[in-house]
């Protein structure tokens, strides 16, 4: 069965392109490459002064905004030049001239819209006001904000059950927009709050509240100062969170042991020039930001982790230091069946299972027990499978073997990749609340919190798609392209009674809509957000648990914009006629959100003052004073058997990653500088060997079919084949394009992720 058969299109549209091109990338990542990309780019855009104005606030303390790209912490020096090339293009793109008013919509039908490419669509500008589907003329047309959320109310007040409704979350939303939008959602009765976290790293979350009793990283940019050795696994560091460049840059200068664990060798885990050293970049002189490369089969890292602890073990035989025995005693439970199990693995299985040699993963294991002091670094190559969990755990399993938590340069540290996604979940979208936080947010707020759990994002997808969920409400992002499954997912907004997307560029989702639909025009990060009180600020968590503040710098795309929390109080009093919940207090000054969060989030406390810090403040990790709130009431070993990773004959694991020249579902061009790729995003990287045995060369064109667990299948068409260095049985391509071979019903029944880098394919000549 084919359920879904796609063409190859290009980002630039459906015209004739220029021919691809493919030159293998030798120089080193970020430096004078970077440069001149940022450069073209601002030239493209048209951001000559404003562009470099922005540069200049951006990750700054005090009166900067936070870059709306990655989740990276931002420099602890106060580096003048705390920015990298992606975030560059993200701000600039958001800074456009451009702008998307109803004219343009009225010139242009949802059903032609719907035939441009996904990079046509968001090159076109802002949006400017709320706009509503009109079926009649199949056009947006204006609507005023006061009807756009009566519109919303009237949808919500409607529905026979309050879980009928699903509220998804980008990671680019503000704490304060973030707690009053679990704070509507959970005063409506529903628990529904799917976000992007469900897609990215629920699977570290789980793994790391099970091992540590706490769900997020321990380190914090400090450690990876002093750390002795850095392990990063299953992460594109020059695209995905370039500022680690600069990290890494500085250990390897310092004489720190910098290993990458990555199915590809990818620019940035060879050298670097940084844009900000600026004799560097007069002499063209690199830094090396890796001193070991291994290239695992897709999915074969946790394999390689227990082949590490296998050789740690081992070790420990002959050099008890090894192991640190007190720590282990003392902190953990559940040591002796780990090493039961270790000890039972056997290498073949290790090596069939990881698609590395012995003599490489002991390589890794000496580096290891070398360090006094080591930090595990991992990304979506690691989740985004169905043992996802268990290889994080076998992460930490590692650590307390050798008592890397709880002290200066070691422990656990997961890149996290939208520039607030942990925030979010700090802040309460979570469709699985602990009860301690619906305790508290009753306390606080005065509400009766649903208790049941919600939908996450592959549930809510199925529930519109039966008809159980009528209204979807999206805050950021690009839902339609960013979930698997693209046709199914699709099929199910086109379900809903109601969709609201608020945004600040027209996408996708705005054309894959409900029966009504609302596109509501937020202001973006680099805005200044002006309300009754006077200029406010936003607040951001990165990716090891810093909260700050962020202000925004330049006049609003459009005086017809509302904040993001402006606009879910509003829709928050349409819905709530009766509530005693003061949203426009709120709105008018978020001050008065950050008080009553102080008093909802553990953490929070003080929250006015100590977010004004220089820097901010660190949320509490209780896993790094050696607290383990679990069960035991320590650290617990977990004793997972390894999974069967190996492709069946025939077949290859496909992952899905992004180009460099792109963020998230943003598609800045269709070039990929640092993988050689020029004029081309329907591509498969693949093996040359395992290209040899299809009759492939460079360029070819092949039909790619995946096979689902419940049998099905899906294809795209005529994409090209690129030879690259990639393990035998693995291959890899772009999202969002490659999302629909991901089927609906392939997640992780251990973290309910979809499988976006373990996709069973089989790639032919195109027929």
């Known amino acids: 069965m084919t359920d879904q058969d796609t063409s190859g299109q290009s980002a630039e549209g459906t015209g004739k392109q220029p021919s691809p091109q493919f030159r293998p990338y030798h120089h080193p990542a970020a430096g004078w490459g970077a440069a001149k990309s940022v450069t073209r780019f601002l030239i493209r855009e048209r951001e000559l002064v404003d562009g470099p104005r922005a540069i200049q606030k951006m990750n700054h303390e005090g009166r900067g905004f936070d870059c709306p790209g990655c989740a990276w912490p931002d420099d602890l020096k106060g580096l003048?030049?705390?920015?990298?090339?992606?975030?560059?293009?993200?701000?600039?793109?958001?800074?456009?001239?451009?702008?998307?008013?109803?004219?343009?919509?009225?010139?242009?039908?949802?059903?032609?819209l719907a035939t441009w490419s996904d990079a046509e669509l968001e090159a076109q500008g802002r949006l400017t006001q709320p706009m509503t589907y009109d079926p009649a003329s199949d056009t947006y047309v204006p609507i005023s904000w006061q009807d756009?959320?009566?519109?919303?109310?009237?949808?919500?007040?409607?529905?026979?059950?309050?879980?009928?409704?699903?509220y998804y979350t980008s990671g680019r939303l503000g704490n304060e927009a973030t707690f009053l939008y679990q704070l509507m959602a959970r005063e409506l009765g529903t628990n529904n709050l799917p976000d992007c976290s469900n897609m990215c790293h629920e699977a570290s979350g789980r793994a790391l509240q099970a091992a540590l009793g706490t769900g997020k990283g321990t380190v914090d940019l400090k450690d990876w100062e002093v750390t002795d050795a850095l392990f990063i696994l299953g992460v594109n560091v020059a695209s995905n969170a370039p500022r680690m460049l600069t990290s890494l840059a500085e250990a390897h200068k310092r004489g720190a042991k910098i290993v990458h664990v990555n199915p590809i060798v990818e620019a940035g885990a060879t050298r670097t020039i940084i844009p900000h050293d600026i004799m560097d970049m007069a002499l063209f002189r690199s830094t090396p930001t890796s001193t070991l490369n291994l290239q695992p089969r897709i999915g074969?890292?946790?394999?390689?982790?227990?082949?590490?602890?296998?050789a740690v073990l081992a070790e420990a035989e002959s050099d008890p230091k090894a192991l640190d025995r007190e720590f282990i005693d003392r902190y953990t439970a559940g040591f002796e069946a780990y090493r039961e199990l270790c000890e039972s693995t056997s290498w073949d299985e290790i090596e069939l299972q990881s698609g590395l040699g012995r003599a490489a993963i002991e390589e890794a294991a000496r580096v290891y027990c070398e360090a006094d002091r080591s930090v595990f670094s991992w990304c979506l190559g690691i989740?985004?499978?169905?043992?996802?969990?268990?290889?994080?755990?076998?992460?930490?399993?590692?650590?307390?073997?050798?008592?890397?938590?709880?002290?200066?340069?070691?422990?656990?540290?997961?890149?996290?990749?939208?520039?607030?996604?942990?925030?979010?979940?700090?802040?309460?979208?979570?469709?699985?609340?602990?009860?301690?936080?619906?305790?508290?947010?009753?306390?606080?707020?005065?509400?009766?919190?649903?208790?049941?759990h919600g939908l996450d994002t592959v549930g809510t997808i199925e529930a519109m798609h039966r008809g159980d969920v009528k209204v979807f409400v999206g805050m950021g992002g690009n839902f339609a392209l960013?979930?698997?499954?693209?046709?199914?997912?699709?099929?199910?907004?086109?379900?809903?009674?109601?969709?609201?997307?608020?945004?600040?560029?027209?996408?996708?989702?705005?054309?894959?809509?409900?029966?009504?639909?609302?596109?509501?025009?937020?202001?973006g990060r680099t805005?200044?957000?002006?309300?009754?009180?006077?200029?406010?600020?936003?607040?951001?968590?990165?990716?090891?648990?810093?909260?700050?503040?962020?202000?925004?710098?330049?006049?609003p795309a459009s005086p017809h914009l509302l904040s993001e929390p402006a606009i879910i109080a509003g829709m928050a009093r349409a819905a709530l006629p009766d509530s005693t919940t003061p949203w426009e207090e709120y709105t008018e000054d978020y001050d008065r959100i950050r008080d009553t969060m102080a008093k909802a989030l553990d953490g929070f406390e003080d929250f006015n003052r100590r977010v004004r810090l220089p820097l901010g403040f660190r949320l509490t990790q209780p896993a790094r004073e050696l607290v383990f709130l679990t069960p035991s009431g320590r650290a617990e070993f977990s004793a997972a058997e390894l999974p069967d990773v190996v492709p069946a004959r025939g077949m290859l694991k496909l992952g899905t990653m992004r180009s460099h020249d792109q963020w998230n579902t943003t598609i800045y061009s269709d070039d990929d500088r640092y993988r050689g790729i020029k004029n081309l995003r329907t591509l498969i990287f693949m093996n040359e060997a395992d290209m040899r045995d299809r009759g492939l060369e460079l360029f070819d064109e092949v039909d790619i079919t995946s096979t689902a667990k419940d049998g099905t299948t899906r294809s795209v068409s005529r994409y090209k084949a690129v030879p690259y260095d990639i393990p035998r049985g693995c291959a890899a391509g772009y999202m969002p394009e490659l999302n629909v071979l991901c089927a609906i019903g392939d997640y992780s029944t251990q973290s309910d992720q979809p499988l976006m880098k373990n996709v069973n394919v089989e790639v032919t000549p195109a027929g």
């Open 527 to 555: 805005e200044k957000d002006i309300q009754k009180s006077g200029e406010q600020a936003t607040s951001v968590e990165d990716s090891m648990s810093m909260v700050h503040l962020s202000v925004g710098m330049k006049r």
């Open 148 to 166: 756009a959320f009566a519109m919303v109310g009237q949808a919500l007040r409607g529905l026979d059950d309050p879980d009928q409704a699903a």
């Open 482 to 523: 960013a979930a698997p499954d693209t046709p199914y997912t699709s099929a199910a907004l086109r379900k809903c009674d109601l969709t609201v997307q608020v945004s600040t560029k027209l996408n996708r989702s705005h054309l894959v809509h409900g029966r009504q639909a609302l596109i509501l025009p937020c202001l």
């Open 80 to 112: 003048r030049l705390d920015i990298c090339e992606n975030g560059i293009k993200h701000v600039t793109w958001e800074m456009t001239h451009k702008r998307v008013d109803p004219s343009f919509f009225a010139a242009h039908t949802v059903s032609e």
């Open 300 to 310: 074969g890292d946790m394999a390689f982790l227990r082949g590490m602890a296998k």
């Open 383 to 452: 989740t985004q499978h169905e043992h996802g969990v268990d290889t994080v755990r076998e992460i930490v399993n590692l650590l307390l073997l050798r008592g890397n938590l709880g002290r200066e340069g070691a422990g656990p540290s997961p890149v996290r990749g939208h520039s607030n996604v942990q925030g979010n979940r700090t802040c309460g979208i979570d469709h699985r609340p602990p009860k301690e936080f619906l305790d508290r947010l009753a306390a606080a707020c005065k509400i009766d919190p649903p208790r049941e």
